[in-house]
């Protein structure tokens, strides 16, 4: 039975070399990896707080972004919405 996409060293890739795939899984796992950032946050330090965004959501978005070179813009607001989501969460106030 074939497969839609595969995953190699991290990135989904899917029968059409599209990148929706991989771009479906990073934002997917960014967004969770927020929501449990976001349950947490009252209890951290800034400096906590902004290492964690780091480590678990800008370093998703960062692996292998030269494979995502040339996306199309609906493609590129999906991810974008993602830093901008971790954006709001570091500016809100306690």
Known sequence: MPV???RDLGVHLDTD???TAHVTATVRACFSALRQIRSVKNSL???A?????GA???SKLDY???VLAGL???LMRRL???LNSAARLRDIRR
């Open 72 to 74: 199309p813009g609906s």
């Open 80 to 82: 974008q919405s993602v």
């Open 4 to 6: 839609i996409a595969v």
């Open 17 to 19: 070399l599209t990148m």
């Open 56 to 58: 678990l959501v800008v």
């Open 64 to 66: 292998c972004s030269s």
């Open 49 to 53: 707080l902004l290492t964690l965004i």
């Open 45 to 47: 330090t800034r400096d």
